[in-house]
């Protein structure tokens, strides 16, 4: 069920069937090496919405494309908002998700730029009273998702094999495959090295690494390895839903937190 699809008359009906649990697909509009589209997390994260709610029931809030970009202001396209703002937005929509009935609302973030804002942002759940609760899931994948893929392939890549794959099969018209690079341009160019080696970083570390927006290598990607990923992960993230729908207990101690701290 997306929210902008349905009439308002039915919308108090889908939150009932959802149980209250509302999915809010993060993403961001950036650069993903030369064959990517810009919204390639936006893709993925509604794709992954929407096969995870096929299989237990939730509403699915509009692509949510306002998040952390900073290191990408550099490439032409990226819509790089200030953190700020894109904090006290997100709190303000979640909010309003609230407000019409849905008390458990799901981040599932599909822009690995977003790991500190997501980290801030849950803290933040904490400045004041709520009567809803923010979860953030990346539920693993098990055997039973898919027993012949998982845990094939490295995470933290940027326009690598995940990413192509899983593009090329939602929306393979956008990829150009042709103009993907078989220079090692996806290697980490290691030019802070003598700092992270120390375990020492700066906020510049990303493009230090990746000045092109381009991590890992996607030439072994295939749709047919896209769909067997996204199908998986989207049982994972179903499984989590189910959990949600089913914990109380988050609510209950929140509450019992701000009571605590009130006195
Ligand atoms: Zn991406």
Redesign the pocket.
Known sequence: MRWEELTSDDFPQAVAASQGVCLLPL??V?R?AHH?PMA??TY?ARDLCRRAAEIEPALIFPDFIFTQILEAQHCAGTIALDPDLILSLLDNVCREIARNGLRKIVLVN???GNHGLIGLFLQKQLASPRDYVVYVTYPPVIAADDPAEVGDWSAGD??GAQ?TAAVMAIRPDLVHFDRVRADGEGDARGRLKALTDLGTTTGIWWYADHPTHYAGDASPATAEKGERWLAARGKALARAIRAIKADDETLRLQQAFFAAAQH
Do not use: K, M, P, R
Request: proline share 0%.
């Open positions: 993403s961001v950036e993903h990517l390639t997390d993925i599909a822009h690995g940027h326009a990413e």
